[in-house]
Nanobody, 121 residues
């Protein structure tokens, strides 16, 4: 079993910054990819950003140039630095990790419990 522990959400004014962290623990051989999704009220969950163990990143168009995702492979942790936040960034942010328990296992998707990010105008 794998656990994802998220931290860093909160309330911030438009134009401000927040940093989210997500640490994975448990039976982990590899994690590829790892990243963040978000879900606003009344909307479907959407990709924010993902990162591979080699460092390649993928961002939603809506956050490019404002959000930066990084990863510490030794700690199985990802960090999402969110700058120039907008009210439309308000959502519950969920950490996601595609985890292999061994080299012979297919990846399995794990999700964190979510952390609220609220951006006031």
């Amino acid at each position: 079993q794998v656990q994802l522990v998220e931290s860093g959400g909160g309330l911030v004014q438009a134009g401000g910054s927040l940093r989210l962290s997500c640490a994975a623990s448990g039976r982990i051989f590899s994690i590829d990819p790892m990243g963040w999704y978000r879900q606003a009220p009344g909307k479907q969950r959407e990709l924010v950003a993902t990162i591979l163990s080699g460092g390649s990143t993928n961002y939603a168009d809506s956050v490019k140039g404002r959000f930066t995702l990084s990863r510490d492979n030794a700690k199985n942790t990802v960090y999402l630095q969110m700058n120039s936040l907008k009210p439309e960034d308000t959502a519950v942010y969920y950490c996601n990790a595609a985890v292999r328990g061994s080299r012979f296992q297919a990846p399995y998707d794990y999700w964190g419990q979510g952390t609220q990010v609220t951006v006031s105008s």
